[in-house]
């Protein structure tokens, strides 16, 4: 059975609404299917109604924005109850420094020559209250400055490039913390995305362990084949759960389309393994 644990809809920097998020997994096989909005819950009741009427197997998602170390790193939480209280204060003060941000971006585009990008941004940004950095490439791309999202992030976005507002999210206590609180299971995304020493991977590892942590994804959009076997060999060595999921966010963006992940390398435990 295909497995696809990590997507967007435009509650946050995808293009679909979580409905046609959910036909599309459907159309693509998919049997086990999460929507993983960043900070935000908005999406799941629509979610979750049409997984069950597809006859899809659903579990809960978010994918909660975290700074370690001085870098953002994202933390899923998986088969959570999202009306839990704590979880969403939580989440709306993340969410809350968006818009903040976003008008910082939009004065260092300006000083590079790029004018009125918040204006630009936010009419691709589905729901007001999650302004990212997606939606400001998204309006780069359409005027022509880049061709293509990567460029942007390359040149503009990316963290430590000129047009990047360093931001503090929640801390990774605080978002393992909401998401156990809430019954959920914790997995790192897409870990071979940060630029962290050899050093600081394993005490981020040890530390997400020790607040009870329990999965990392090993197959994701994000990772390269050679990426698939490394961090097989991570969650062996941690004992982590293996979670997977395409990181879809558009057919026009990004590698993989939903279910369009292969499987785990053998050898690990699904985080999925006691749900089904
Ligand atoms: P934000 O939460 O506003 O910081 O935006 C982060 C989002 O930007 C991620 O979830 C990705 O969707 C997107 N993103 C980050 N880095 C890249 C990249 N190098 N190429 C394309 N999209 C990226
Ligand atoms: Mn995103
Ligand atoms: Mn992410
Ligand atoms: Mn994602």
Redo the contacts with the bound molecule.
Sequence with gaps: MKVDLHC?SLM??GVLTPAQVAARAHDNGVGLWALTD??ELAGLKEARETARALGMQYVTGV?I?VTWAGH?V?IVGLNLNEHDKALNAGLADIRGG?AI?ARKMADRLASLGIPDSYEGALPFAGNPDL????HF?RFLVEQGYCKT??D???KY??DGKPGYVP?HWSTLEQAVGWITGAGGRAVIAHPG?YLYTPMQFDALFEQFKDLGGEGIEVVTGSHTPDQYSEYARVAKRFGFLASAGS?F?SPK??KLDLGGIPPLPAGLTPVWHDWL
């Design positions: 967007h946050s920097d960043h900070d994918e924005s953002t994202h968006r941000r302004i990212s950095r997606t490439a999202m990567q942007v992030f390359n976005l990316a931001v995305r990181d966010h963006e990004g």
